[in-house]
């Protein structure tokens, strides 16, 4: 009934569309024997629900795309339950030599969840608030150059600062939003080969979380640019490189310009019954901690299909952060973050997915330095956990005029 309603409403505007909508919704168990990631353990076991849901509608100029999802656990230890939710909206017009998007997103999640990935600091009963735009208009000037111009807005709000686990207090995690321009061009060589160059400037600003966080308001621009390109070597491989630096400024810290060299290469292979993929790449993003970060970190990805229902995959990830400060004692967030895991996967029936999975993770900080969180979280601390996932994934209904 739903979706005959939206075919009516969008039909008047075209006869020549299609209306999709589509499903998933997976289900697991999880044990961690270390969720916090602390010196002393803090072990959960859990259930999992992640329902999702897609619409989308196309036509030979336009599409759009609606997109909702939800993420609920509970654990034995209510401390870390957790509800996230998302929301995402992409648009998209193509008119002769010119390309129109927006891509959109919000998000509300426990922070623990969000922060594994950008501080380490994991602080059970702690919501934030994450909003996402990025408009683009792409120009294809001639058959082989394009160019395109990506201007962006982030933010990312806590709700509330409380004491952690295992005597971590003190610790307050900071708003932040940031708005960025990109700038890039694009030549195609031949079928095989493609170079690009591009410019890029943001303005992050960080600001205390609440009332409890006695931090001030405080900013930073970063400003750079890189070149590379794509090789297609063959069917099966493929090689994305790209290199160049970058400048973070601190307005009123005193520190000038703090100069680095940002990369990313990626090798992809993609065979009949096995994919894989590595990816080195050094960035900078804001972060919780209240300024900006640089990233180094190596990923790579395996999967093999053993047979038509039985499939093999493993994941692994390092990275070092450090944080280009606006002091010394900012200065002092060095952490160096692992993440591996191994999955086995059945598809017993079409839309039907059984799996298993074990994940390994391992954080450390340095034990030297003026930084706050080194005289919280020094040294090394890891974890185990053990899942199983039952997901059905509904290929939806569709229909055209």
């Given at each position: 009934m739903f979706a005959n309603l939206v075919w009516i409403m969008l039909g008047q505007v075209t006869v020549a569309?299609?209306?999709k909508v589509a499903g998933n919704v997976d289900q697991g168990v999880e044990y961690d024997d270390n969720i916090s990631l602390r010196s002393e353990p803090a072990s959960a076991f859990g259930y999992l629900l992640r329902p999702s849901f897609r619409l989308d509608w196309k036509t030979a100029s336009m599409a759009a795309g609606i997109s909702a999802g939800g993420d609920i656990r509970r654990y034995d230890d209510e401390r870390w339950n957790c509800d996230n939710v998302t929301l995402g909206l992409n648009l998209r017009y193509v008119r002769k030599r010119n390309a129109f998007s927006v891509t959109g997103s919000y998000g509300q999640s426990c922070s623990y969840s969000q922060q594994v990935s950008d501080t380490g600091i994991l602080l059970p009963s702690n919501q934030s608030d994450s909003k996402t735009l990025s408009p683009n208009w792409s120009w294809q000037m001639t058959r082989r150059d394009s160019l395109s111009l990506s201007p962006n807005y982030s933010?990312?709000?806590?709700?509330?600062?409380?004491?952690?686990?295992n005597g971590v207090s003190g610790i307050n995690l900071r708003d932040n939003q940031s708005f960025g321009v990109?700038?890039?061009?694009?030549?195609?060589?031949?079928?095989?080969l493609a170079s690009t160059s591009s410019m890029f400037f943001s303005h992050s600003i960080f600001s205390g979380s609440n009332s409890v966080s006695s931090a001030g308001t405080s900013s930073q621009n970063v400003f750079g640019f890189q070149v590379g390109g794509q090789y297609v070597l063959s069917h099966n491989w493929t090689i994305n490189a790209n290199g160049g630096g970058r400048w973070v400024q601190s307005p009123g810290s005193g520190?000038?310009?703090?100069?680095?060299?940002?990369?990313?290469?990626?090798v992809d292979y993609k065979g009949r019954r096995d994919n894989f993929s590595l990816?080195?790449?050094?960035s900078v993003s804001p972060s919780a901690f209240g300024q900006i970060q640089d990233v180094k970190s190596l990923a790579m990805r395996y999967e093999y299909e053993l047979n038509?229902?039985?499939?093999?995959?493993?994941?692994?990830?390092?990275?070092?952060?450090?944080?280009v400060g606006q002091s010394i004692t900012q200065l002092g967030q060095k952490r160096n973050y692992y993440d591996a895991s191994a999955e086995l996967a059945w598809k017993f029936a079409r839309e039907w997915r059984l799996s298993a999975s074990y994940r390994y993770r391992m954080q450390e900080y340095a034990s030297t330095g003026a930084g706050q969180t080194n005289s919280l979280l020094a040294g090394a601390r890891d974890s185990n956990a053990i899942m199983f996932h039952l997901n059905y994934n509904w290929d939806g209904w569709r229909t055209s005029r």
């Open positions: 569309a299609e209306l933010q990312t709000a806590f709700t509330s600062t409380v004491a952690g686990p990109n700038l890039s061009e694009e030549h195609q060589w031949n079928r095989h520190s000038g310009l703090n100069f680095g060299e940002t990369f990313n290469v990626a990816n080195l790449s050094r038509r229902k039985l499939s093999f995959g493993v994941n692994g990830r390092y990275s070092e952060s450090q944080a």
